[in-house]
């Protein structure tokens, strides 16, 4: 029996276009997508091929050739493709994963459905990322891994980050959803560490569809992620058939995705240089309103892909909540702008949280080494640094110097507002 929460279920999350609908404002927007040339032929090519074409090899090979790692694993979005990974790596029940404390639910469902427990790092103050000083402190006898997520856009330091893993012999992976062809020390995001996975959810900066994908240089987990990942972990057994060796997946890119990725891929690199060419100037204005201040962008990062633009304020200076700051600036024409608390994702999983505090399996001791609590006050820097940070995810590769000028106006109008 189905246990009834029916005002819950209406008030259902919103993604892709759908979660865009209505936002409105002064500056421009990302929907409707800009389509690669392309689209429509690659389409017309998998309906004409009577859904024989090689559109998802093509996709595959074209996006590890631009990204330059050996093997793309094409899924239909970053969770699934997440998801994947979690369970292509086999670790036990119990087994930890650190993973960002200010990120998507699409991060950690994965690793949580194969009953790894997720230990989340605090960020470094004054930013969304976490670093190798946030992550230490989260390493146990039980950690297999860490999942690094470039939120923003804004990457990890990852050379730190690799060399704590490689003296505890942790695997590292990169979430890189908000970080499409972003550059770290002249290397793509993605390509940093073991494995990196993508999103090409209609909002994200290579806004296709539903889709996404692993991109490793590892040829066995190459040939694993696809085993688990695209044939549900069955093998040919001569004279029977298909023999399920693991609970495996079905989460291969559809075909019509596929054609819309590629299309999408071959305008993606000059996409980016805009992105990367506006938020430093945006941050630059912002950061000149006194009280107003933006995340750091690290000098390691040549290329900042940004997917989302955002800024703090200081209480201190302003007579005003944060909420009202926002309210004030969304009124004012910075479409979707807004505080988002629920990027504190160890505060957003009630369903998790319960788990552990009632001890159900994985937190059944064994296999849980420990008690784990969820919510926010376990990672402080990134609780602190949400209440006052206002984003607005609706940032893009439109902006021209002007749309600039317009949305640091807008903030510097409402800080004179509300100036103590
Ligand atoms: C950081 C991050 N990870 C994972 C996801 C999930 O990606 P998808 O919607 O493709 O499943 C998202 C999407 O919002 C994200 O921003």
């Not at 990169?174 to 494995?195: H, I, N, P």
């Not at 085993?227 to 079905?250: C, I, K, P, W």
């Not at 990134?382 to 749309?403: K, P, V």
């Amino acid at each position: 029996m189905v246990k009834k929460n029916v005002d819950g279920w209406r008030k259902r999350a919103k993604y892709g276009a759908d979660a865009s609908a209505g936002v409105s404002g002064s500056l421009p927007l990302p929907f409707p997508r800009e389509m690669g040339h392309n689209t429509m032929n690659y389409l017309k090519e998998v309906v004409d091929s009577g859904l024989t074409s090689d559109m998802i090899s093509r996709f595959e090979e074209r996006f590890a050739r631009e990204m330059g790692v050996k093997h793309c694993v094409a899924t239909p979005g970053c969770t699934p493709a997440l998801a994947v990974l979690a369970a292509a790596f086999d670790f036990d029940p119990g087994d930890e994963i650190i993973v960002s404390s200010v990120t998507d639910f699409g991060t950690v469902q994965g690793l949580i459905s194969q009953n790894y427990i997720p230990v989340f790092a605090d960020t470094e103050p004054g930013t969304l990322i976490i670093n190798s000083e946030t992550i230490q402190p989260c390493i146990s006898d039980r950690t297999r891994a860490i999942l690094v997520v470039h939120k923003t856009g804004t990457i990890c330091d990852m050379d730190a980050i690799n060399e704590l893993a490689g003296k505890h012999d942790l695997i590292v992976y990169e979430d890189v959803c908000q970080a499409t062809f972003g550059e770290y020390k002249g290397r793509y995001a993605g390509s940093l560490a073991l494995a990196g996975g993508f999103s090409f959810d209609s909002e994200k900066t290579m806004g296709s569809d539903i889709g996404g994908c692993v991109v490793t240089n590892d040829d066995e987990l190459n040939e694993k992620m696809r085993f688990v990942g695209h044939s549900r972990g069955g093998q040919m057994l001569d004279g029977f058939g298909r023999l399920h060796m693991v609970n495996g997946f079905a989460h291969r890119m559809p075909m019509c995705t596929a054609a819309v990725s590629l299309a999408q891929l071959e305008i993606i690199k000059p996409n980016v240089a805009q992105r990367d060419k506006m938020i430093r100037i945006l941050s630059e204005k912002l950061d000149s309103i006194p009280g107003i201040s933006t995340p750091p962008i690290p000098e390691y990062m040549n290329v900042y892909s940004c997917w989302m633009a955002g800024f703090s304020i200081d209480l201190e200076v302003f007579d005003c909540s944060s909420d009202t700051f926002a309210q004030e600036v969304l009124d004012a024409g910075i479409p979707g702008a807004g505080l988002g608390r629920y990027y504190l994702i160890p505060a957003a999983l009630p369903f998790l949280s319960q788990k552990a505090e009632k001890n159900i399996f994985p937190y059944s001791m064994p296999p849980a080494s420990r008690s784990y609590v969820y919510d926010g006050d376990s990672c402080p820097n990134a609780q602190e640094f949400l209440e006052t940070y206002i984003r607005w995810s609706s940032f893009c590769e439109r902006y021209t110097a002007e749309d600039c000028d317009i949305a640091a106006n807008i903030v510097a109008s409402v800080a004179e507002k509300y100036r103590r």
